[in-house]
């Protein structure tokens, strides 16, 4: 018999409108002894069953909710939800499935499978386990998505998030043989090179894809300054749209390498950009400082996309501080109707506060500006309605007078 949590009288109603996390303060008792990443089952204090769900007695998530059906999820289960999955990226993003095509395939909560990530970059597959319970069944995910993609290689990424839930670091090869070398993919027509070994998270940030087609006319004839840029994926989009020139701006110097061969691979001649290895927050000061004349540049469009500021409740005023600070110098460094793409995608900032926060960067830029359009996490990394945990990524564009 599997072991059972018994959560505490009048704590059963989240898990019964089907959200997944069970905290540790909701449970009772826990009767038998189950690992790290075992299936549980749930029962509410008056002995009623609710769920199964993946159990980690390392994380203030004592456990993750997978099936509110009595039936034991067996392997079938498993090869189902990750078929459902891949399934409805066949059907939003067919483009995705091409030869050197890519997409999330599998975005943990929001695809019913905790704690797994799964992105395809042309034949190759990476994978992240952040969960006890994905990292339990790794090797049975391994084997379904072999034979539902027949990848050339399965890569696993390590990332913080694996230490908070006392998992130890883990990377490398799962299948195959992984690429030497960056990894080709098409992005709506452009090219990027993605290295799945050694870039940041899975490589490259997916989750950007629609903003970057969404942002990419505003760009045309505009001077742009491309703030935390990563490999350059905005830049290509902006120069493709007729940009005048692109800064990319980054603290990485592998990202910037990748950058400028990301660029050229477009077709882009140096004429049209440029790099620049420094910290943004310094850098932004320094053009702020320096006469428009002497070096003090100034730019038509300025995008901010920084990496996650917060991920515990205790950042959020640090976090709120640095947002406020990037967009507060990005508004002053714009020309008069220029225009600024700002993200966040710490998901502990909502999108209320971050319109707060670009309030009072307006205030203190002494600036007028306009939100013309909100963004949004691409249709690959999906919110489930009983997860809303899982919108984490959002941006504004605005018209800074
Ligand atoms: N916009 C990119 C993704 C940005 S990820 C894309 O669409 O692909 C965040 C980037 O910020 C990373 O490349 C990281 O190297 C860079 N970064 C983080 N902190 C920084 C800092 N203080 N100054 C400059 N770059 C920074």
Known sequence: MSARLHLRPGKEKPLRQRHPWIFSGAIQRVQGQPAPGEIVAVHAADGAW??????????????RAISWEQAWPDEAFWRARLAASIARRRQLLPAAFAEVGACRLVFAESDGLPGLIVDRYGPHLVLQALTAGAEARKAETVRHLVDLL????????????????????????????????????????????VDLAGGQKTGFYLDQAGNRADLAPYC??????????????????????GAR???NLDASAEALDLAA???????????????????????????????????????????????????????????????????????????????LATFSCSGLID???????????????????????????????????????????????????
Not at 51 to 58: C, G, K, L
Not at 168 to 184: D, H, T
Not at 223 to 239: I, M, R
Not at 358 to 382: K, M
Request: glycine content about 8%; hydrophobic content about 45%; some cysteine.
């Open 50 to 63: 609710l769920a199964w769900a993946e159990f980690n007695p390392h994380s203030q998530i004592r456990a």
């Open 150 to 193: 027949q990848p050339a290689s399965i890569v696993e990424r390590d990332d913080p998030m694996r230490g908070k839930e006392g998992l130890p670091p883990a990377a490398g090869a799962l299948y195959g043989q992984p690429p030497a070398e960056p990894a080709l993919i098409d992005e709506q027509g452009h090219r990027f090179l």
């Open 220 to 241: 045309a004839g505009a001077e742009v300054l491309n703030a935390f840029s990563y490999t350059g994926a905005f830049s290509v989009y902006a120069l493709a749209a």
């Open 245 to 247: 020139h692109v800064l």
């Open 261 to 339: 061969r990301n660029l050229a691979l477009n077709g882009f001649g140096p004429e049209r950009w440029a790099l620049m290895q420094a910290d943004v927050f310094t850098q932004l000061r320094v053009w702020r400082d320096a006469d428009p004349q002497a070096g003090g540049r100034r730019f038509d469009l300025i995008i901010l996309d920084p990496p996650k500021f917060a991920s515990s409740r205790g950042q959020i005023d640090r976090a709120a501080r640095g947002y406020k600070d990037i967009n507060w110098l990005a508004m002053r460094l714009l020309r008069p109707g220029g225009l």
């Open 351 to 401: 999108r209320d506060l971050f319109q707060k926060i670009l309030f009072a960067a307006a205030l203190d830029a002494g600036r007028e500006a306009r939100i013309l359009r909100q963004f949004s996490q691409a249709v690959d990394h999906p919110v489930l309605l009983t997860f809303p945990e899982a919108a984490y990524l959002k941006g504004c564009l605005c018209h800074v007078a």
